[in-house]
């Protein structure tokens, strides 16, 4: 693994008998020696730390507003000071370049973007807008679970007040950090971007709390998949539109009557008439996950593919396998399909998401 | 009790084998979450794919360790998998063979051979 990447945290990863494996170029945690299942339940009943540190971190002018705008769906005008919004990046297609998060911190934007699109995101960023900054000297956290407010406030008292999608800054031992309450789980919880200089020892603070637990990237992945949550590269991509994937709940009431973002052409098309295909969830029936790449039909035999799976698991919250795919729009909750597995087709029903219910507080 | 390459264990029951796989390789699975068992009363050849494992993190298959018939699988399993990261060596057996030939055993390793082999 000479070529990877390591994050500030890689050290800690190991004294923790972490099992790291290469993501998006860096060397990171898959799981520790709890395993993903009992991380996934842990995170679920408790608090799990995530380092999610291989993300990017760019700060925006504040002056950015209208040209960032110019790149997603979504209405940063609109976003209160201290608030964040889901976005994505859009292509002239109305294909997906990468999904971010973008917070108002008053005197700047501050947006997250994932691992593997961050170069090809900041390059796209730097095209369209002056003062782009990416942040290298800060780690960024994620703790999740009923009881993360709980096992955060004993170190950092403000953060209670706090509702879902909000951001501060609140200190601790001298340092700023940036938090939002948010995450990739499903669950209640906070992402903390925390300098450098002080990462590994505010990793270890959470952790000395009696419900925090280190999470690997493996329970990440089962964790958001049940809360139906989008992986960029799996569920969308530059071929899928926003409205294909049921996002339209990020394109706010301003930009549908405006447009001008990268396809709007299509994407305002898409939510008039509706799309071709939607993401859809599925219920596998029985224990057999229907992993990435199953082909899903309408019949039990014959016929040509309808759709592909591109997330697909076993859920250890919903104790049963669950998958996400591209299907004919028209197909309503509750109709049944056939998922072929080693060449047999195994029945999957049509649900609505998330899997496992969410627990934001909003 | 014998072992294979494939990480599978044997151990000989009168004229039958039950095979199951080792701690290392429920370890390298990671938790497993659904078993696919054979059907009994079926020949296998030794290399056929017969069993499916699937963890969370992916699918392997359990391949037949040596030619005969499958007597009796492991009905537990297909409730409770987890069964296999718990109890690989005891309790999640996955099937009984009956064998013909049970020379076709000599050529597999003892505990310590693959206690070296595992490294």
């Given at each position: ?15 923790l008998g972490a099992k790291m494996v290469p993501f998006a170029g ?337 | ?119």
């Amino acid at each position: 693994m000479a070529d990877l990447m390591r994050t500030g945290l890689y050290d800690l990863h190991l004294e923790l008998g972490a099992k790291m494996v290469p993501f998006a170029g860096y060397e990171m945690p898959v799981q520790y020696p709890m395993g993903v299942l009992k991380e996934h339940l842990h995170t679920r009943a408790a608090a799990g730390l995530f380092d999610v540190s291989h993300m990017g971190q760019v700060i925006l002018p504040i002056t950015a507003v209208a040209a960032l705008e110019a790149l997603v769906p979504v209405d940063i005008a609109g976003l209160g000071l201290n608030r964040q919004r889901y976005a994505m990046f859009t292509n002239e297609a109305g294909g997906i370049l990468d999904d971010l998060m973008v917070a108002n911190r008053g005197d700047h934007l501050f947006v997250v973007v994932n691992a593997a699109c961050k170069g090809a995101d900041i390059a796209h960023l730097r095209a369209h807008i002056e003062g782009v900054t990416e942040v290298t000297d800060r780690a960024l956290l994620a703790l999740q679970g009923p009881a993360a407010e709980a096992a955060l406030a004993r170190l950092v008292p403000g953060v209670a007040a706090m509702r879902f999608m909000d951001v501060g800054t609140f200190g601790w031992q001298g340092a700023d950090l940036w938090i939002s309450r948010s995450g990739y789980t499903g669950e209640d919880g906070f992402e903390i971007s925390v300098p450098d200089a002080v990462a590994v020892a505010f990793a270890r603070a959470l952790l000395d709390q009696p419900e925090v637990a280190p999470i690997g990237l493996g329970a990440r992945d089962s964790l958001r998949l049940e809360a139906g949550l989008c992986l960029y590269g799996h569920d969308i991509d530059t071929t899928t539109t926003p409205v294909e994937a049921g996002l339209t709940w990020a394109i706010q009431k301003r930009r549908r009557a405006e447009g001008g973002f990268p396809g709007a052409e299509r994407i305002l098309r898409e939510l008039t008439e509706g799309p071709v295909r939607l993401r859809m969830g599925l219920r596998p029936e029985g224990r057999a996950p229907m992993r990435e790449g199953v082909e899903i039909f309408a019949e039990a035999t014959g016929g040509a593919p309808i759709g592909r799976v591109t997330s697909g698991g076993f859920g250890p919250s919903i104790e049963a396998p669950m998958a996400m795919a591209y299907l004919p729009a028209g197909l309503a909750l509750g109709t049944t399909v056939y998922g072929e597995v080693r060449g047999k087709r195994l029945p999957a029903t049509i649900v609505a998401m998330p899997f496992q219910p969410t627990t934001y507080k909003r | 009790m014998k072992f294979t390459e494939e990480h599978e264990w044997l151990r000989v029951e009168g004229d039958l084998v039950v095979v199951g796989i080792t701690e290392h390789a429920s370890e390298a699975l990671g938790d497993v979450v659904f078993v696919e068992l054979p059907e009994i009363e079926t020949q296998v050849a030794k290399g056929d794919e017969i069993c499916v494992i699937e963890s969370v993190k992916a699918a392997s298959d359990i391949l037949a360790p040596v030619d005969g018939e499958i007597v009796e699988v492991n009905e537990a399993l297909a409730d409770t998998p987890g069964l296999v990261n718990e109890d690989p060596l005891g309790e999640a057996w996955f099937f009984k063979m009956k064998v013909e030939d049970m020379s076709q055993l000599d050529a597999f390793m003892d505990e310590d051979e693959y206690k070296d082999f595992i490294g």
